[in-house]
């Protein structure tokens, strides 16, 4: 099992960056593909980043493709998410989740384990 826990969101302007991060606990935490999700007041739940287990293979869908990066560092049973140049759009609540998919998976039912979720707000 995983137990995650997310931080860094917060207020940013538009054009501005934020750095996520979700620190987990549990066993295995290397044996996880892990992605980021996020969802905005009214809409579903949409996957925003995925990262293979040994950080090797990464995918973004095109809406944050080139401005969100994410990584993991498995010696600190850590994944993080670099969100550059943030628009309006990107304001939702972001949920760090983990499962044994391969490869990256995109769905919501490819994870297991979610955070509880940090709240990003990008003003214009």
């Known amino acids: 099992q995983l137990q995650l826990v997310e931080s860094g969101g917060g207020l940013a302007q538009a054009g501005g960056s934020l750095r996520l991060s979700c620190a987990a606990s549990?066993?295995?935490?290397?044996?996880?593909?892990m992605g980021w999700f996020r969802q905005a007041p009214g809409k579903e739940r949409e996957f925003v980043a995925g990262?293979?287990?040994?950080?090797?293979?990464?995918y973004y869908p095109d809406s944050v493709k080139g401005r969100f990066t994410i990584s993991r560092d498995n010696a600190k049973n850590t994944v993080y998410l670099q969100m550059n140049r943030l628009q309006p759009e990107d304001t939702a609540v972001y949920y760090c989740?983990?499962?044994?998919?391969?490869?990256?998976?995109?769905?919501?039912?490819?994870?297991?384990?979610w955070g509880q979720g940090t709240q990003v707000t990008v003003s214009s």
């Open positions: 990262i293979s287990w040994s950080g090797g293979s990464t």
């Open positions: 549990g066993r295995a935490f290397f044996a996880y593909t």
């Open positions: 989740a983990g499962g044994i998919t391969r490869p990256i998976g995109v769905r919501i039912t490819d994870y297991d384990y």
